[in-house]
């Protein structure tokens, strides 16, 4: 099937803080081609991680496959259970700086790090230089996903308890990361000197 089952969904995209026994990572996307003040949907879907070969990995060998024109604008958002690992970081930044007539957007459930927590605050750094617009997910886009890639038989989407206080939570974290260095040793300055 197309669609992602509804258990499959509401397992994987959880946004919660802590989120053990998750391992694999899954990602919705929508490809579109912009021709002047209109976009044509190409193409809409899920993957998930395969055979030791992360997802992002993955839809960048699907997407390239299409031989994109380079004269013609095309935005891909991307919905994910995780944010983006090091290494994924790095290939999604080279691919963006390889395809200049691509944007993309990633919107993730989870913020992912490993056991070295400075790598992935880093590649994800690195992926918002190349031009990515990263973001957390919050009501509107679970609401969108239920609606658009799970098969949920007409059913509703109702958010789960913490949806809302984990996506600010997570927000917040993001937008940590991605403030410009200079910024966090001014805060940690101020803060000093706040005594805090």
């Keep these: 099937s197309i669609l992602m089952q509804r258990k499959l969904f509401l397992y ?3 946004n919660l803080r ?8 899954y990602l919705c996307y929508v490809v579109k081609r912009r021709d ?15 055979m030791g070969c992360h ?15 380079p004269g013609r604008c095309y935005r891909i ?11 994924c970081a790095q290939h999604i930044a080279n691919f963006l700086r ?8 990633i919107f993730m459930a989870r913020l992912y790090f490993c056991e070295d927590r400075k790598a992935e605050p880093e590649g994800l750094r690195r992926l918002h230089k190349a031009g990515a617009q990263i973001a957390i997910m919050t009501f509107k886009d679970f609401f969108y996903c239920w609606n658009t890639f799970v098969e949920n038989r007409e059913q509703t989407f109702k ?8 996506s600010v939570h997570l927000a917040r974290k993001l937008r940590r990361i991605l403030l410009p260095l200079y910024e966090v040793d001014d805060l940690r300055d101020a803060f000093k000197i706040l005594g805090l």
């Design 36 to 50: 002047s003040a209109t976009s044509c949907s190409l193409d809409f879907g899920y993957l998930r991680n395969q």
């Design 12 to 14: 994987n995209f959880r």
């Design 77 to 87: 958002t991307w919905f994910t259970s995780w944010s983006p690992c090091y290494d």
């Design 55 to 69: 997802v992002e990995v993955l839809f960048l060998r699907y997407i390239a496959a299409w031989d994109l024109d």
């Design 98 to 105: 390889s395809y200049p007539n691509l944007t993309l957007r």
């Design 159 to 166: 958010g789960w308890e913490g949806l809302h206080e984990n």
């Design 18 to 25: 802590k989120a053990k026994g998750r391992r694999e990572t």
